[in-house]
């Protein structure tokens, strides 16, 4: 069993993080103040790494990394700023994903050499959230119905990461009236067709970096062709795509984590309390003790759910299980932070308040704590196998 990263990996991960070093991280609280979209960065990861093509494959534009390649790519991203990191894992996991999967060899010449060179407003997003539909898919009601050789679609979204900024949507609807597993699927929707309203960003308690919309679809017309697959084959494709997704997500609070593991070390080394510093007090010590353990092990779990899922075996559970560690151990690392910081840790001018409020959406997008409990649960249930 070899615990090592390839010198391949190693020096992907240094480049990624030497990049995010300079140009993330110094301007993460800035364009957080602002609640703008750093495109500067995005453009130049996309055209110096290759960063919004991580999914894609070459003869698409992309970089066509394998999942264990991405997931350090989005720890690293993470590392610098929540925010950003989040819309190139969107981008990448949930946007440019189904075309890759699900899509034929006319959509993603079409869709995919668009998407990866980081052009505002040439992002890919992926609609399933409705005001009344969230984890339950079955309960999705934008509608599209087959007129000829074009689907009318019709409905609302929100939540729906990237939509501002994107050249396309791929979204799931309903083509059948029942409520099964057969009557969804995956259609994408170009953004600049009549009837598709896409509203203001949603004012969020942290990563202002990443937009959030609500979409409207009023009687959208879309080409019979930019069906994803085969009618009724949406639910499964929408989880094969979070069971992915879950796994970014995970990345993305390890790399929260550890900027605020490594603010809050700096901040006790100098901080000097009755005369000594707060890192020779055996309570700090503590505090640092568990969060550098729980960081160690999310990574294990995270870059094993990668791992699984880049040799081509099964990882739903344990990619669950990842997001579900690495998501909580975030929120702990993250309070735990602010903590040793303390008054400074509630000020805007120490970053580890950012990332307290980054951390805080993690448990929460790409399925719940919750559901990743559900997920687990029945997988523990259904066998008395190993679990990987």
């Not at 729906?160 to 995956?186: C, F, K, Q």
């Not at 949406?234 to 094969?240: A, K, V, W």
């Not at 796994?247 to 984590?257: E, F, K, P, Q, V």
């Not at 008054?343 to 308040?353: A, D, H, I, L, Q």
Request: aromatic fraction near 6%; charge should be neutral; proline fraction near 4%.
């Amino acid at each position: 069993m070899d615990f090592d990263l390839s010198p391949e990996l190693r020096m992907w991960r240094d480049a990624v993080h030497n990049f995010v070093a300079k140009e993330i991280k110094p301007h993460a609280a800035e364009y957080n103040a602002r609640e703008e979209i750093m495109w500067p960065a995005l453009q130049k990861g996309g055209q110096q790494l290759g960063l919004l093509g991580m999914t894609v494959p070459e003869e698409y534009g992309g970089s066509a990394l394998g999942a264990l390649g991405m997931a350090i790519a989005i720890e690293e991203l993470g590392w610098g700023d929540g925010g950003t990191a989040l819309v190139v894992a969107a981008h990448n996991g949930l946007g440019c994903a189904p075309i890759v999967m699900f899509g034929n060899e006319a959509q993603k010449r079409r869709f995919l050499p668009r998407v990866v060179a980081g052009e505002p407003g040439q992002l890919a997003a992926l609609a399933l959230t409705e005001p009344n539909a969230g984890s339950d898919l079955k309960g999705i009601q934008t509608r599209a119905e087959l007129e000829g050789d074009t689907w009318v679609i019709s409905g609302s979204k929100m939540w729906i990461t990237n939509a501002g900024e994107a050249d396309y949507i791929v979204t799931l609807v309903r083509t059948s009236p029942e409520r099964s597993s057969h009557s969804l699927s995956l259609i994408v929707v170009p953004t600049n067709v009549d009837g598709l309203h896409v509203g203001p960003p949603e004012k969020k308690m942290g990563l202002g970096t990443t937009h959030s919309h609500a979409i409207t679809y009023d009687h959208v017309r879309v080409p019979r062709e930019n069906l994803l697959g085969e009618v009724g084959h949406g639910m499964y494709q929408t989880l094969q795509v979070l069971d992915g997704g879950r796994i970014s997500i995970g990345a993305l609070a390890l790399g929260i984590a550890q900027a605020a593991f490594e603010e809050a070390v700096a901040y006790a080394k100098q901080r000097m309390t009755f005369g000594k510093p707060l890192a020779a007090r055996q309570a700090i010590q503590f505090m640092l003790a568990d969060m550098a353990t729980e960081i160690h092990a999310a990574r294990l779990m995270v870059y094993h759910a990668a791992w699984l899922k880049q040799q081509g075996r099964p990882f739903s559970h344990a990619a669950a299980m990842a997001k579900l560690f690495a998501t909580e151990m975030a929120e702990r690392v993250t309070r735990n932070a602010i903590q040793i910081h303390g008054g400074y840790g509630y000020s805007r001018e120490f970053p580890v308040e950012r990332m307290y409020r980054d951390a805080r959406l993690m448990t929460i997008g790409e399925g719940t704590s919750e559901i990743q409990r559900i997920v687990i649960a029945r997988r523990v249930l259904s066998s008395m196998a190993s679990l990987f």
